[in-house]
């Protein structure tokens, strides 16, 4: 099968960082595997050399190996291409289905799929905006603070994971989701002033829709229950509830009655004492005037 060259820069690893495969993700492993398997069963029947199949979907030979060796994850765009080029009439491009199941770290899928059963999620982070409220932007901007620092791949994977979360405000029908931020958390440039500014209008987006609620707790209260750290806890349609906060079962999710009657107590508290929905969106507005 002859394809004509593509006349552009092919893409290599360097164009797409973020996408490797987690050595020590079993499911993801077998999934990708399988997935590059089928590609380069595929490209061999037609007859393409790997080289030749790259220069028509755009990327680079190496990249097109790491692929069918399931070292690499696909993009979309790549399955999508590969099954135009090799004639699969869909099947290729139907593969993103799997793939997309293990796009995102191991841990990440696991609380995505947490969230996106629960009814209710009463979420509370006294050291940054939470991360399903955090913009692309914001979200960059706080990875690349960590230390020891991310490679650039991690904070591109990681990004798009956070953002990949945000599908819990999309449902339908929709969880009732409330947060409460703390002041300095919504004054801090994280990613510059620009990014700021993207995040402030973001929450002020998301405060306008019926199910999610927004409180902001002042740097000037002087009772604040919330000193233990963060509080997640998350209901599900059948009764059932998880939560987790670093001072109950070292962090680790717990479902146990008595232990969830604690994080509710603390996060009623917490919300008691932070402004109401109403007066936090005037306080955001007026941040965001000031920024």
């Known amino acids: 099968m002859s394809v004509e060259a593509d006349a552009g820069r092919l893409k290599t690893e360097a164009d797409e960082p973020g996408w490797e495969v987690d050595p020590d993700d079993e499911w993801g492993v077998a999934v990708i595997a399988t997935v590059g398997r089928q590609l380069k069963l595929r490209r061999e029947a037609v007859g393409m050399r790997a080289a030749e199949f790259g220069r028509a979907v755009g990327y680079g030979e190496d990249l097109v190996y790491k692929i069918e060796g399931g070292k690499r994850i696909p993009r979309q765009e790549y399955l999508d291409k590969a099954d135009e080029v ?143 750290g963060g509080i997640e806890v998350l209901k599900f349609a059948d009764g059932s509830a998880v939560g987790r906060s670093p001072v109950v079962a070292s962090g680790r999710p717990v479902s146990e009655p008595r232990q969830l009657r604690i994080l509710e107590l603390r996060y009623g508290i917490i919300r008691a004492q932070a402004l109401t929905p109403r007066e936090s969106t005037a306080f955001i507005e007026q941040l965001l005037g000031e920024t």
């Not at 692309?136 to 990949?164: C, H, I, N, Q, S």
């Open 86 to 228: 090799l004639g699969a009439g869909g099947l290729i491009a139907a593969t993103w289905e799997d793939v997309q199941k293990v796009r995102y770290p191991r841990k990440v899928r696991a609380l995505r799929e947490m969230e996106a059963k629960a009814v209710e999620l009463q979420l509370y982070d006294p050291l940054n905006i939470h991360g399903l409220l955090q913009t692309a932007e914001y979200a960059r901007g706080l990875l690349l603070m960590r230390r020891p620092a991310y490679a650039a791949d991690e904070v591109e994977r990681f990004t798009a994971a956070r953002v990949a979360r945000k599908t819990v405000f999309e449902r339908d029908p929709a969880p009732e989701v409330s947060f409460v931020l703390e002041e300095w958390t919504l004054r801090r440039p994280l990613g510059g002033r620009t990014a700021l500014r993207l995040q402030l209008e973001h929450l002020l987006e998301l405060g306008q829709l019926r199910n999610v609620e927004l409180q902001v707790m002042p740097m000037d209260r002087e009772e604040h229950a919330g000193v233990d």
